[in-house]
Every structure is written in C-alpha cells, then in structure tokens.
C-alpha cells in the first residue's frame, strides 16, 4: 500500500528478510493484521461508491437556473467535477509525496492557482459573486499549504518546531 516501506535486515545466515511497515508507526507491520486487510478493501469500495456519485450529481445534476438557482447555480456541473478531481489528486499526491516537502506545497500550490486561473479564465458561476466566493476556499487552502511546508523546511533545519508555530500564526 501506499503508506508502507521496507526495512532489509540480515539475519545470521546471510539472508535478506524484508519486512514491510507503515508509514506512521514504524512498530505495527503493514498488512499483518485481518483488520487492515479488511479495512483497505471496505476503504477502496467505499472511494469507488464516492466518486461515480460525485461524478453523477456533478455532470448530470447542477442548477442551472440563472434566476432562481441560488448564489452557486450554473451552466454545467463540469467545474464541481474538475473540483472533486482535484482535491482526490492534491490528497494522492500528498500522502505519495510523504517525504519531499517542496514537491508537496508545489502540487498544492500549484494546484490551488490552476483551479483560481480556471475560474478566473472560464467564470463557471452566473455572478461575479459566486465565482469570488468559490476561489475563496482555494486561496485559503494554497496560502496554508505554503506556510506549512515553508514552517516544515525551517521546523527541519532548525530542527525546532517554533518555525511552525509562527508560521500557523501568521497564516490565521
């Protein structure tokens, strides 16, 4: 799985033994248990069920009534969609990336920007309203995802967690 690595000893033989553990807690051994095994497989059917609805109320069912849909009504369900696609990538891409922070606040930087130039660009929403007040959750996310990874670069180096701290506190 994605948040397993393996630890290579050498027994006294001379033979390799390759044992895979989790990312997290380096004493529970990855996929050792019946638990886990139970769990990665109702978690993946569970991500499958999650996304086929999203992606049908996203691209079938929008409100696309200019008049009386509400503040978010709009033409087509594809930006709700490109939405959800990118927030399961950013959280992929984040737990692939574990160990290399400046590609983590790349991708979620970067990330953040291409949906704001996308609703900047395209303007999904029928006001101007609407499509600021759907760049806002956006902005907020890539100026925290920044802040972070900038606080865990210095939290490294310094190898203090005041950088962090600071950080934090200024991005709130």
Sequence with gaps: MIDCYDIITTNEAG?????RVWRAASDNICMSSIYQIVGVIIAIITFIVLFVYCLTIDLLIFNFNPKNGGLFSCPDGFFNFIQHLFITIVVFTLRFLYSWEFLRGLIS????????A?????????TLKSNFMAQIPWIIFGSVRLCAEIGYAFEGRFNSYIPQIILSLVIE
């Excluded at 033979?15 to 044992?19: G, K, M, Q, S, V």
């Excluded at 996308?118 to 029928?126: G, L, M, S, T, V």
């Design 109 to 116: 930087v970067g990330v953040s920007i291409a949906i704001i």
């Design 118 to 126: 996308y609703i900047i660009y395209k303007q999904p929403y029928y």
């Design 15 to 19: 033979e390799e033994i390759i044992t």
